[in-house]
């Protein structure tokens, strides 16, 4: 099991073999299309490149999988059209896929045949590194029973590392060193606290045009994060792999309030037995691959989370620290003649951020139900003003306008969106507010917490 993060992307989530050679990653599903105009019974077979291919027989009568294909028969599944659907890709999956019509062995008709070289990643040493560790990447061509060098490339295909930016990586002194042969690039890299999360690129192209990507995050030990979350929002915080562990080790999580001196014990994980979890409920869950996971953030969740690795001596290293800021709403219904929300109603809105105050500098801004930002000011029927709790909205005769959509709160850093919080105004007995958290580059996305927890299970 790896602990550096590999994100899988493909140029296309579902691969077509539209051409007589095509290219994947690991784990994708692919799609081999055979044109059977005549409607005639087919069989799929495979073989590897360089070797005789064997003969095209039909593991039963009601299959059109060949027998070459058994060991794929739980993933492989020939569709209505005659195509034929691999799924979860593996490295022994590179070779060459073969569609014939035949009602006889010895009257078979090739109607397609396609190569498929898969790019692979293997990353050394496995798990969370040190400042100062060197790292070592290598990126290959799969194409045929040697998983490590390609000998079939009829398209001339090259593999190169880039950077987030899609830039070549050079040699540099006590820092990258690359080695490139066509089918494969191997990449050293002497580690920095700032590799933390950086994306290194592996690319394969054909005459410069990109046909598969792989992406390799490296998490860096001791590192410090800042997430900004909306109240409301799933939240899964990583750290090592317990079965990682070796005897006598064991993993403590933590958790400091804002405004308290000390932290709190949340679990501990042991090598082997079960761990315990203190803090544990319905608010707070204990995953097994050491994750937290906060099914709807609270705001009393703001503070500091973090992960210790503790040897069997006793001794302690920090692998991951969190600083969690929560964004919340909490909103007032001014009215004269009852509960509810009516046209000679008002509403304030109060959007406010508890995070460690001298880890970054946020702002909010309100922007209005048809995505229009709001300045401050308190003229007209809806006004924003800075207070000492939080920016405040408050919007005076309610319309039936104002309940079309959702008001939004985001919070930014430096200028970038982080996060939002999304009220929807109800008219009459009705008024909800709803926590909606955004994508960004920065590590509060969600989808890239989930890839975190996907990629444990599957390393």
């Known amino acids: 099991m790896e602990l550096v993060l590999l994100i899988l992307l493909c140029v296309v989530p579902l691969a077509r073999s539209q051409d007589d050679v095509i290219y994947s990653t690991l784990r994708q599903t692919i799609l081999f299309t055979c044109d059977n105009q005549a409607s005639a019974p087919i069989l799929w077979g495979f073989s590897r490149p360089g070797f005789d291919p064997p003969p095209l027989v039909a593991l039963s009568p009601e299959t059109s999988l060949a027998t070459s294909l058994s060991e794929k028969r739980s993933r492989a599944e020939v569709l209505a059209n005659s195509s034929l659907q ?12 073969t569609c014939v019509q035949s009602s006889s062995p010895a009257g078979q008709t090739t109607l397609k045949q396609v190569t498929l070289i898969l790019l692979t990643v ?20 799969t194409c045929d029973v040697n998983e490590r060098q390609c000998t079939w490339n009829p398209q001339g295909a090259v593999v190169n590392w880039t950077d987030s930016s899609w830039q070549p990586i050079n040699n540099q002194t006590g820092r990258h060193s690359i080695q490139s042969r066509g089918t494969f690039s191997n990449l050293k890299i002497t580690v920095q606290q700032s590799d933390h999360r950086r994306k290194w690129k592996c690319v394969l192209s054909v005459n410069k045009q990109t046909k598969a990507v ?27 792999d317990p079965l990682l562990l070796k005897e006598g080790e064991r993993l403590e999580w933590g958790h400091r309030q804002i405004g308290d001196s000390e932290s709190r014990l949340i679990s501990v994980i042991p090598a082997s037995g079960p761990p ?10 204990l995953l097994p691959n050491s994750t937290l996971h906060l099914p709807s953030v609270k705001a009393m969740n703001a503070g500091s ?3 210790l690795e503790f040897n069997a001596s006793g001794s302690s290293s920090l692998v991951q620290s969190f600083r969690v800021g929560v964004l919340s709403v909490q909103e007032e219904v001014v009215t004269n003649t009852s509960d509810f929300l009516q046209n000679s109603s008002s509403i304030i809105l109060t959007c406010s951020v508890r995070y460690h105050l001298n880890s970054h500098t946020v702002s909010l801004a309100w922007i209005n139900n048809r995505g229009i930002p709001l300045t401050p000011g308190t003229e007209g029927r809806v006004q924003v003003t800075q207070t000492s709790t939080g920016l405040q909205l408050v919007i005076q005769d309610l319309r039936p306008m104002d309940t079309e959509g959702a008001w939004r709160c985001s919070l930014s850093v430096e200028d970038k969106e982080q996060t939002s919080f999304k009220y929807h105004i109800r008219s009459k007995d009705a008024h909800t507010s709803e926590a909606q958290g955004l994508r960004s580059a920065f590590i509060t996305s969600i989808l890239f ?8 299970h599957a390393w």
Do not use: N, W
């Not at 792989?214 to 990583?238: K, Y």
């Not at 315990?276 to 869950?285: A, E, N, R, Y």
């Not at 917490?449 to 990629?455: D, T």
């Open 86 to 97: 691999l799924r979860d890709l593996q490295p022994h999956d590179a070779g060459i896929y």
């Open 122 to 141: 293997q990353v050394s040493p496995k798990g969370p590194v040190g400042e100062g560790t060197e790292v070592f990447l290598r990126c290959a061509m």
């Open 214 to 240: 792989r992406e390799v995050e490296i998490p860096v030990r001791g590192s410090l994060q800042m997430l900004f979350i909306a109240e409301g929002l799933p939240l899964q915080l990583p750290c090592v």
């Open 276 to 285: 315990s979890c203190f803090q544990c409920g319905t608010d707070l869950i």
């Open 305 to 307: 989370f973090h992960c």
């Open 449 to 456: 917490l989930l890839f975190v927890q996907c990629f444990l």
